[in-house]
């Protein structure tokens, strides 16, 4: 019998409502969770600001999650310029319109048509800013992901195998299954790694229950 864990986490942003600092032309705050990352022409389904001083782009998940990783799309067009400098700010307060909440990271430039991942290692917030303090510029986002987990979408996993099993093989084995299972959510899994570098670990308790079984932790 072998025990191991598994962590959940999901694309939030798809759940949320977005706010920004102003609107230029029809380019909603919206626009930027609306699960399109490219889309041809100019600016199309993306957010996109005025050009103003600290213009700033704000997500509420609704509640407080664990945000693992961030994940900002440029436009396809034009303007990998304007991707520089743009802080990703997660918490839980509204101060300063959520623009004062701890950092997680700061794009560079991204180029145009791409994508450029932050790790925010488990950050608690129900906000999620982009934010570009001490400049008078445009904000333009085609898609923010956010990836993250409430503290008990872990799941606790015993699967019934021989001694000799190859735990690499199984490890892939279930995790395909359950993807495919899931694969109609927007959900990302990962194994949680033991202390000891392994992600199985024996336990010799022999349970009466099916040979897969979860329950959540």
Same mark, same amino acid.
């Given at each position: 019998?072998?025990?191991?864990?598994?962590?959940?986490?999901?694309?939030?942003?798809?759940?949320?409502?977005?706010?920004?600092?102003?609107?230029?032309?029809?380019? #909603?705050?919206? !626009?930027?969770?609306? /699960?399109?990352?490219?889309?041809?022409?100019?600016? *199309? %389904?993306? +957010?996109?600001?005025?050009?103003?001083?600290?213009?700033?782009?704000?997500?509420?998940?609704?509640?407080?999650?664990?945000?693992?990783?961030?994940?900002?799309?440029?436009?396809?067009?034009?303007?990998?310029?304007?991707?520089?400098?743009?802080?990703?700010?997660?918490?839980?307060?509204?101060?300063?319109? #959520?623009?004062? !909440?701890?950092?997680? /990271?700061?794009?560079?430039?991204?180029?145009?048509? *791409? %994508?450029? +991942?932050?790790?925010?290692?488990?950050?608690?917030?129900?906000?999620?800013?982009?934010?570009?303090?001490?400049?008078?510029?445009?904000?333009?986002?085609?898609?923010?992901?956010?990836?993250?987990?409430?503290?008990?979408?872990?799941?606790?996993?015993?699967?019934?195998?021989?001694?000799?099993?190859?735990?690499?093989?199984?490890?892939?084995?279930?995790?395909?299954?359950?993807?495919?299972?899931?694969?109609?959510?927007?959900?990302?899994?990962?194994?949680?790694?033991?202390?000891?570098?392994?992600?199985?670990?024996?336990?010799?308790?022999?349970?009466?229950?099916?040979?897969?079984?979860?329950?959540?932790?």
């Amino acid at each position: 019998m072998l025990l191991s864990y598994l962590t959940i986490t999901e694309n939030l942003a798809l759940k949320g409502t977005a706010l920004q600092s102003s609107t230029y032309s029809i380019y #909603g705050a919206a !626009n930027a969770i609306d /699960g399109i990352r490219y889309a041809p022409g100019e600016a *199309s %389904s993306c +957010s996109h600001t005025d050009i103003e001083l600290n213009p700033w782009w704000r997500l509420d998940l609704l509640d407080s999650y664990y945000i693992y990783k961030v994940t900002v799309t440029n436009r396809v067009d034009c303007c990998p310029e304007r991707t520089a400098g743009v802080e990703i700010r997660i918490g839980n307060s509204l101060e300063n319109n #959520g623009n004062n !909440n701890p950092r997680c /990271g700061v794009t560079s430039l991204v180029p145009a048509g *791409s %994508s450029v +991942s932050f790790s925010c290692g488990g950050m608690e917030g129900r906000y999620v800013n982009m934010y570009i303090p001490n400049i008078q510029e445009y904000l333009t986002l085609c898609e923010v992901e956010v990836y993250g987990t409430v503290k008990k979408q872990v799941i606790r996993m015993q699967v019934k195998a021989a001694e000799n099993v190859d735990e690499a093989e199984l490890k892939e084995l279930v995790l395909n299954k359950l993807n495919q299972t899931l694969s109609d959510q927007d959900v990302t899994l990962t194994w949680r790694t033991q202390p000891n570098g392994k992600v199985f670990q024996k336990n010799r308790t022999v349970l009466k229950q099916s040979p897969v079984c979860s329950s959540l932790k």
